[in-house]
């Protein structure tokens, strides 16, 4: 199947729905719907949300494919078709021998090779961009990150919201506490001084916040014959479960933690700042046309300048999508601004207002007092992260059941250098 062709193909009926729905909103607006009206718009609403769905679903496996196959041919240039192969081989050669005890302690996955050659084929980089990328100037050897960093490090992309969002990152080898610096308040030049006159000034106040590397782990056990059967890809198995399950857990901290002995969250301390949250007000759910452009602009500007960005909930979203900037979101132009090309490389997602749109699970659900949507500029988040991904197993937990466990550990720690940097839209308060 033609996966291009399929998206496209989903993508031209879905405007051709979405045209039909706004031909009859328009036809039937100021008045009361009729039952069969309302089914009927019930029923295009419901296609354009499964179309959404499989566009998603369709662009993900493209872009994947598109990614491998660029890579691949890039590395290819670069190291030669064999020694990719070879380095690649030797991987799984080496999972297999510690697999089978040849080689003792924890296996380390080194996922920054697979993370800075994503950033740079996502921005466009070429060939020989890649290969100064991929060369070490303390070894003077040329890396070539394996599908094992390159799986692991995809689904931990994918499930921890601020590597895609935009928030700082930093990798430290050891994990013992930093400090990183913070601005209370910003220095006041002194203007119009008069000809000798002392010049003056305020001085800027400084704070910090400290960073420490809490633990995550993933557990999980497989039957001994499944690790030696030679046709079961072990470490594109390792990569997807213990990839995922670090995601989730370190992600959910990273969105909700409260600092006491886990991250602060990206959306708890939002609007903690010098300007309060939005609010709804009343017993309006759905946050109108205004409140949205209430909440941008409760933003100093230059955060919203470049970087700014929404955080929410799929519910949320799916909320989001419907609203409309007249008759407090029924009638009018849709505010919600799809990503024709979401999903595949150095595509934008979808929009709204202008500034592209992130979701995760994590967000609070859309309901009463709920700080349901978050706004501004995430890389006056950082994250914290400690070394490598390490892989452990052991085989007599599970003896009994002739299975070996495998567990899967990574240190992380999140906290926020300027809370005015973002602010929150509060339901019904």
Not at 357 to 372: E, I
Request: one cysteine or more; glycine letters at 10%.
């Amino acid at each position: 199947m033609d996966i291009k062709l399929a998206t496209e193909n989903l993508r031209i009926e879905r405007m051709g729905v979405f045209k039909q729905l706004e031909a009859q909103l328009d036809a039937t607006a100021g008045r009361e719907r009729s039952e069969e009206e309302k089914t009927v718009i019930a029923r295009m609403d419901a296609r354009i949300d499964e179309i959404d769905a499989a566009v998603v679903e369709m662009d993900t496996r493209y872009r994947r494919e598109l990614e491998a196959g660029q890579l691949r041919e890039a590395q290819s240039s670069l190291f030669g078709e064999a020694r990719v192969e070879k380095k690649e081989q030797n991987d799984n050669d080496r999972i297999r021998a510690w697999l089978n005890g040849e080689h003792r302690g924890d296996f380390e996955v080194n996922i920054e090779g697979a993370r800075r050659e994503r950033e740079a084929l996502r921005r466009g980089a070429s060939p020989d961009e890649l290969r100064v990328m991929n060369y070490q100037t303390t070894s003077g050897s040329l890396v070539v990150p394996t599908m094992l960093s390159r799986t692991l490090y995809e689904y931990l992309e994918a499930g921890i919201a601020g590597f895609r969002i935009g928030a700082s990152v930093v990798n430290t080898q050891t994990g013992e506490p930093i400090q990183f610096p913070t601005v209370g308040a910003h220095a006041i030049a002194a203007g119009s001084i008069p000809q000798g006159t002392a010049i003056a000034g305020t001085d800027p106040t400084f704070g910090r916040v400290q960073l420490d590397s809490y633990k995550y782990g993933q557990l999980v056990a497989v039957s001994s014959e499944l690790v030696s059967d030679s046709a079961f890809d072990i470490s594109a198995w390792l990569a997807r479960d213990i990839g995922r399950g670090l995601a989730r857990l370190i992600d959910t901290d990273l969105i909700v933690g409260v600092g006491t002995a886990n991250p602060k969250g990206m959306t708890v301390l939002a609007g903690a700042g010098t300007t309060t949250p939005t609010t709804t007000g009343g017993s309006l759910i759905t946050p109108t046309y205004e409140k949205l452009v209430d909440c941008v602009y409760s933003v100093n500007d230059a955060y919203r300048a470049e970087g700014a960005a929404w955080l929410m909930k799929d519910a949320s979203a799916g909320i989001l999508r419907k609203l409309r900037d007249g008759a407090g979101g029924t009638v009018g132009a849709v505010l919600w601004e799809p990503s024709l090309t979401n999903g595949i490389q150095g595509a934008q997602p979808d929009g709204l207002l202008g500034y592209p749109v992130f979701t995760d699970p994590n967000c609070a659900t859309s309901g009463s007092n709920a700080k349901f949507l978050t706004f501004g500029n995430f890389s006056e988040y950082v994250i914290r992260t400690v070394g490598s991904p390490v892989i452990e197993k052991d085989a007599s937990v599970y003896f009994a059941s002739d299975q070996i466990a495998f567990r899967g550990k990574w240190r992380a720690d999140g906290d926020h250098l300027d809370v005015s940097s973002l602010n929150q839209i509060i339901q019904n308060v």
